[in-house]
């Protein structure tokens, strides 16, 4: 179960860098093409889910594989998923059911890395 969840975290973090480097970098006119959420909330308001997304990531990874703190790995994989539900909260809201489909597989699989990390496979 340990190398299933390091596998979990590995692939989650680097979605989320991802997702959120490109939220951080990107002007946010270049975005609402791909994501019309975006369109919605201000330019600093999506710079600020991209800095969450990006901590988070690395959040998923660096605590654990360095043994400082690894009690962030945790709290990182349950804070992405609250991240997630509250995306799926925006998704419905605007009526775009696909993508909540997505956001809620992200969620759970955070919280089965914070489960899991919390509980008995903790670091």
């Not at 605007?94 to 496979?121: D, K, M, Q, S, T």
Request: proline residues 3%; positive net charge; hydrophobic residues 60%.
């Amino acid at each position: 179960m340990n190398v299933f969840l390091w596998i979990l975290q590995g692939l989650l973090a680097v979605l989320f860098v991802m997702a959120g480097t490109l939220k951080t970098i990107q002007a946010k006119e270049k975005l609402a093409s791909k994501m019309g959420w975006v369109d919605n909330v201000s330019a600093s308001t999506v710079r600020s889910i991209g800095a969450a997304e990006v901590l988070g990531g690395l959040g998923l990874i660096l605590p654990a594989a360095t043994g400082i703190a690894t009690w962030l790995t945790p709290l990182a994989a349950a804070a992405l998923a609250v991240v997630m539900i509250l995306a799926a909260v925006t998704h419905y809201r605007r009526g775009e059911y696909p993508a909540i489909i997505f956001n809620v597989i992200l969620a759970l699989l955070c919280a089965v890395v914070a489960w899991g990390r919390f509980g008995p496979w903790a670091l």
